[in-house]
């Protein structure tokens, strides 16, 4: 089945540093998406993406759909104490709709676990 | 407007016995899937429900595993009989309309244990 790649694994950072994370895979996807999950909860959507060469931005958040259509960064800048937790790219094979976006399941990265010391 | 909404938040079974999980995606979302993250390991996709069709169940595990969507509301899964390699965390998720659907919106997941 398809897999996505994403790394770095972990990140210990100081508070105001800025992030990055990326996903790759050997397969094409249509639709991009990184969700954060804090402790106890489910994923929160952070960024869709719905167009390869897409940059889009959601406050300190960027992220951007590769050329390829196999890879995905996510940037954090001047991180705080809330970016804590885990983050999580996902891929989306199917593609079509108003949105950009398919309607089949999604795959996973592992996700990158964010600790950031104050 | 309410999110996904999932129940229990925590399960804690014996082997062999049975539980069933229960997600209630948000209003007038057509699309309703599962998911799972075993400890350690990536979230991995289970099915999709299109209303009350399943659309894709490729990823079910095996056939101890049996979602139903009746009426296109809510959603179960029920694990009959339980095994201790079924521990882990399910979510649900939902998104609106089939064709030019939005992206998935996740539930906060049901921590199951199995003793």
């Known amino acids: 089945g398809q897999q996505l790649n994403q790394s770095p694994q972990s990140m210990f950072i100081q508070e105001g540093e800025d992030v990055s994370m990326n996903c790759t895979s050997s397969?094409?996807?249509?639709?991009w998406l990184w969700y954060k999950q804090d402790p106890g909860e489910g994923p929160v959507l952070l960024i869709a993406?719905?167009?390869?060469?897409e940059l889009t931005s959601n406050g300190r958040l960027t992220a951007q759909f590769g050329i390829t259509r196999k890879d995905s960064f996510l940037n954090i800048s001047a991180s705080i104490p809330s970016d804590v937790g885990i983050y999580f790219c996902?891929?989306?094979?199917?593609?079509?709709?108003?949105?950009?976006?398919?309607?089949?399941?999604?795959?996973f990265g592992k996700g990158t676990h964010l600790i950031i010391q104050p | 407007e309410a999110g996904v909404t999932q129940f229990p938040s925590h399960s804690v079974i014996e082997k062999g016995q049975t539980v069933t999980l229960r997600c209630d995606p948000i209003?007038?979302?057509?699309?309703l899937y599962w998911y799972r993250r075993v400890m350690g390991k990536e979230i991995k996709f289970l099915l999709h429900?299109?209303?009350?069709?399943?659309?894709?169940e490729s990823g079910m595990p095996n056939n101890r595993f049996l979602a139903e969507r009746t009426g296109g509301t809510y959603s179960t899964l029920k694990v009959q009989p339980a095994e201790l390699e079924d521990s882990g965390v399910y979510f649900c998720?939902?998104?609106?309309?089939?064709f030019g659907s939005g992206p998935q919106h996740f539930g906060d997941g049901t921590r199951l244990s199995i003793l």
């Open positions: 397969s094409i996807f249509n639709t």
């Open positions: 429900f299109v209303k009350e069709s399943k659309q894709d």
């Open positions: 993406l719905y167009k390869a060469g």
């Open positions: 996902a891929g989306q094979a199917s593609w079509g709709g108003r949105s950009g976006g398919g309607a089949d399941g999604l795959t």
């Open positions: 998720a939902s998104s609106e309309e089939y």
């Open positions: 209003s007038g979302h057509d699309n």
